[in-house]
């Protein structure tokens, strides 16, 4: 298991276990994070599981690919570490991953 950490708008803490292979929204979705709303289920076909990547991690995650970007454009407030926590799959290297959930969502 991988911990992922979602920080709320408010600063609240979530600490979670995720799974390797599966997604951020997946394991926020399941763990009830407020924020994260995935109206799409995760077909990167909106933009309402939207997080700001801590910026310890952001070289680590890496870049959304062009799909995620156009997507990205109706996001709420973008800022240049913005990605779509269903685009973020977990795996070992990402043990300790800190997400931002923004005040609200496209």
Same mark, same amino acid.
């Given at each position: 298991?991988? &911990? !992922?950490? =979602?920080?709320?708008? +408010?600063?609240? &803490?979530?600490?979670?276990?995720?799974?390797?292979?599966?997604?951020?929204?997946?394991?926020?979705?399941?763990? =009830?994070?407020?924020?994260?709303?995935?109206?799409?289920? +995760?077909?990167?076909?909106?933009?309402?599981?939207?997080?700001?990547?801590? #910026?310890?991690?952001? #070289?680590?995650?890496? #870049?959304? #690919?062009?799909?995620?970007?156009?997507?990205?454009? =109706?996001?709420?407030?973008?800022?240049?570490?913005?990605? !779509?926590?269903?685009?973020? &799959?977990? &795996?070992?290297?990402?043990?300790?991953?800190? !997400?931002?959930?923004?005040?609200?969502?496209?």
């Amino acid at each position: 298991m991988t &911990r !992922l950490i =979602f920080v709320s708008s +408010g600063g609240e &803490r979530y600490e979670l276990d995720a799974a390797n292979g599966t997604t951020a929204m997946e394991n926020a979705v399941r763990n =009830f994070v407020p924020g994260i709303e995935a109206d799409c289920g +995760g077909a990167c076909a909106c933009a309402t599981c939207h997080v700001y990547v801590d #910026e310890e991690w952001t #070289e680590v995650v890496g #870049e959304p #690919e062009s799909m995620e970007e156009d997507m990205l454009d =109706f996001a709420w407030e973008t800022k240049p570490n913005s990605r !779509l926590s269903c685009q973020i &799959r977990m &795996r070992d290297d990402l043990d300790g991953l800190v !997400l931002h959930v923004p005040a609200r969502q496209a």
